[in-house]
């Protein structure tokens, strides 16, 4: 089935960049990657990074304590631009913002080791445009993906990553270009939370989306919610705690500081239309701690510990890393006063 027969085209739109990362681009872009090419079983070498390159014994951020860490790269052009993943036993299953899937193991050790090169179908995605993708939800053998520019959800086989269904939400169509579908969680009863990456500018909530099914099916019902960012952070990757709370990442940029994470938790139960989800910071990361363009985040839990994953969109530039950064969390406690709206949902009259 083809993406293009499901969805209607748009014209191509302008990438803006984040000032520092138009810089960057401007004095050392890497080649475009080819999207399109063949499915490869090639290499990745993993090089360990410390939490802090000047404190190498540092082992503490908010309630992450750091376990490993790792820059990533491969000879294949198709890797970076990690937007998305999700990790399952010791297997990484990543998205790219080019449409390519990545899948190899968590690396234990400083060398090289096997990375699977899968891009998505060319003939579900004819059009160059469609290759933002940068939100993904696994559950089984199917695989939920967020198309960015044109606000879009396809569900995949993961046999093959066959496309089965794919939907344009009407309440997503007017999101920002660039700024739409980059975070997605699977709620255990089925339902799912859609992320925008911002608002209407200037404006400190930005839209999520809660369909009452597969938002890959069309006419799925959406209620629509709100999430309260942080002065200069974006959402770019979310996932559920084993509590059911909502962990969050989020990222900024600036020209002195380069760029920073934050890491938040908020209360999710009781969902509905109106509701404003407020997370509670757990920890940041900025210079001088290790960090890049965090966009993916990953939760398992692993002998009794949560275990969180982040790891960063080098945006295929040369001067960027795709890192691999592995904590255990502290759990924080559950607000005592929800009224306070310090990592709790909070109503608003829709």
Do not use: C
């Not at 695989?143 to 344009?168: K, Q």
């Not at 985040?297 to 295929?316: H, P």
């Amino acid at each position: 089935m083809k993406l293009a027969r499901i969805l209607n085209g748009r014209k191509a739109r302008f990438i803006v960049l984040p000032p520092i990362l138009l810089l960057l681009a401007t004095f050392v872009p890497r080649s475009p990657p080819p999207p399109f090419a063949a499915a490869a079983d090639t290499l990745m070498t993993a090089v360990p990074v410390a939490l802090d390159p000047d404190r190498p014994h540092l082992r503490r951020v908010g309630a992450l304590t750091f376990l490993r860490g790792w820059a990533l790269r491969s000879d294949d052009r198709r890797f970076g631009g990690l937007s998305a993943m999700q990790v399952e036993g010791s297997r990484v299953t990543a998205i790219t913002d080019v449409g390519v899937v990545l899948s190899f193991g968590l690396p234990l050790r400083a060398g090289t080791q096997p990375l699977r090169v899968e891009p998505l179908s060319r003939r579900d995605i004819p059009d160059k445009e469609l290759h933002d993708t940068e939100s993904l939800v696994i559950s089984g053998g199917r695989a939920w993906i967020g198309f960015e520019r044109i606000n879009a959800v396809a569900r995949y086989d993961r046999d093959g990553w066959r496309l089965e269904s794919a939907s344009r939400p009407p309440a997503m169509r007017r999101w920002r270009a660039n700024l739409g579908a980059e975070a997605m969680v699977r709620l255990p009863d089925g339902r799912f939370l859609i992320f925008a990456e911002a608002g209407a500018k200037g404006d400190a909530l930005s839209p999520i989306l809660l369909f009452a099914g597969d938002p890959a099916d069309r006419g799925t019902p959406a209620e629509r919610l709100l999430f309260r960012r942080r002065p200069g952070y974006r959402v770019t990757d979310a996932a559920l705690l084993p509590d059911g709370r909502l962990l969050t990442l989020e990222r900024r940029f600036g020209f002195l500081e380069g760029a920073s994470a934050r890491l938040a938790v908020a209360e999710i139960e009781g969902l509905g239309a109106g509701s404003i989800v407020d997370g509670r910071t757990i920890a940041e990361l900025a210079a001088p701690l290790t960090v890049d363009n965090m966009e993916a985040l990953s939760v398992t839990r692993e002998g009794g510990l949560t275990i969180v994953r982040i790891a960063s969109d080098d945006n295929f530039i040369a001067l960027q890393r795709t890192l691999l950064l592995e904590f255990a969390l502290d759990v924080p406690e559950r607000a005592p006063n929800p009224s306070e709206g310090a990592g709790t949902l909070r109503r608003v009259v829709p």
